[in-house]
């Protein structure tokens, strides 16, 4: 993958956007133990691992998505997201985090415009046509996305996700099916949004190229998350 230009090097002192303490999971076996995890204004955190190493599961738990079996997760200074009602943390989902899906889940009877007004609409944002054209896809907007090839329903999957102006992006392989130039320009419009909105990425990939252009990389194995640069 090309080099992609990286926000500037986090602030120690930066506001603390997510600190999720001793989280711990299983499903038919553990899964990870004992996780302890923080994201910072401006700051972009990957965790790679193999497929079944649970990062997928860590990246629902820290978005509102699946309680965990045992720890906690704060959000912007808040109590533990899941001692919150299911209205407050369908506000969290909403307005201040967005979630970029490894299998898009768009609306499969409507165009690529509509998909990404319906979030707008959600949010009460405007859509964002310079980021539309920031991912190269403003030619297939009026497309129904049954039309489109698996790289332009992923870039309106993330076109979906950053019009509406989230604070934390919970991205799980944002890349994963998207050729270098592709990627490159995908991870540039999540980096750039990080930094107008001061926000945080937390990302799982497969890809420790992906990884290496994060502020920080962790590798997720054996049920312990381990940094590796």
């Known amino acids: 993958m090309p080099q992609t230009d990286l926000p500037g090097a986090p602030n120690t002192d930066a506001p603390e956007l997510l600190r999720a303490s001793g989280l711990s999971h ?5 899964l990870f133990h004992h996780v302890d995890l923080t994201l910072k204004e401006n700051e972009t ?10 990062k997928s599961t ?3 738990i820290l978005a509102t998505l699946l309680k965990p079996d045992s720890g906690t997760v704060s ?5 533990d997201i899941y001692t919150l009602s299911p209205k407050e943390q369908l506000a969290l989902r909403r307005y201040a985090i967005g979630i970029v899906f490894q ?3 768009l609306f499969k009877g409507m165009s690529a415009a509509e998909n990404v007004e319906i979030a707008t609409l959600l949010s009460e944002k405007e859509p964002d046509e310079a980021l539309i ?9 009026n497309q129904r996305v049954t039309e489109l090839s698996g790289g332009q329903q992923q870039r309106v999957s993330i076109a979906r996700v950053l019009s509406k102006k989230p604070r934390i992006i919970f991205a799980d392989e944002p890349t994963g099916n998207l050729d270098d130039k592709t990627a490159h320009i995908v991870m540039d419009a999540i980096f750039s949004h990080i930094e107008e909105v001061a926000g945080a990425l937390f990302l799982v990939t497969h890809d420790e190229r992906i990884a290496e252009v994060c502020d920080r990389a962790y590798r997720l194995e054996h049920g312990r998350l381990e940094r590796f640069r």
């Open 45 to 54: 955190v990957a965790v790679v691992g193999v497929s079944g190493s649970g």
């Open 103 to 105: 299998f898009h889940y």
């Open 58 to 60: 860590l990246l629902h």
């Open 133 to 141: 054209r920031r991912l190269g896809i403003e030619s297939v907007m």
């Open 26 to 30: 299983a499903f038919d076996y553990p």
């Open 75 to 79: 959000l912007f200074g808040s109590e």
